[in-house]
């Protein structure tokens, strides 16, 4: 079955990094884009990138980039994102999810989220 | 940029029919899906392609797109279906999410 498995929960001080992971399983690794999903205390779903899972390209919405790095080892099926220079702000829930292909598809699959915590 | 409008909150009755929109420009050109999500879960998609169910997905979740709006419908509400229920979309390369609606079952 697929499954996608995120790292745990991170607390982190302002100016720190944080690397989340998603662990996919279940299905063939490039077969799919990946997405990265944000979502701060008590608001809504919020598009971040995604990633090419063939070529490792990632394509970035408005306001993700330069902090925000978004990676992939194909040969441990796991797609990374890495925040650099935290702030408060970064608090959130970061999902990954399984776009899969043909256009209008939605995001199938998600990971269970990870919570990362930017405080001092 | 592309913007996808829902209204915050919708409540209905248990075994009434819920209806909550999603407006963009155009947006019949596009494909919408929708995501419902509980409190601390991870979203769960309920819709896509516009009108399609995923399996395990119950047959009173219904989608549709034409004009500017996309309409999610539940039939026969239950208590089960209170979560907030989100909207998704594409412009060009790049995804899209509403602001997300609140569907509260008095």
Known sequence: QV???????????????????????????????LNW????????????????????????AQGFTG???FSLDTSVTTAYLQISSLKAEDTAVYYCARDPPGGGQGFDYWGQG???TVSS | SYELTQPPSVSVSPGQTASITCSGDKLEDKYACWYQQR???SPVLVIY???????????????????????????????????????????????VFGGGTRLTVL
């Open chain 1, 37 to 60: 999903v944000r979502q701060a205390p008590g608001q809504g779903l919020e598009w971040m990138a995604w990633i090419n899972t063939n070529t490792g390209n990632p394509t970035y």
């Open chain 2, 39 to 41: 409190p601390g879960q």
């Open chain 2, 49 to 95: 392609k516009d009108t399609k169910r995923p399996s395990g997905i119950p047959e009173r979740f219904s989608g549709s797109n034409s004009g500017n709006t996309a309409t999610l419908t539940i039939s026969g509400t239950q208590a089960m279906d209170e979560a907030d229920y989100y909207c998704q979309s594409w412009d060009s390369t790049t995804v």
């Open chain 1, 67 to 69: 902090r925000f790095v």
């Open chain 1, 114 to 116: 990870t919570l990362v």
């Open chain 1, 3 to 33: 499954q996608l498995v995120q790292s745990g929960s991170e607390l982190k001080k302002p100016g720190a990094s944080v690397k989340v992971s998603c662990k996919a399983s279940g299905y063939t690794f490039t077969s799919s884009a």
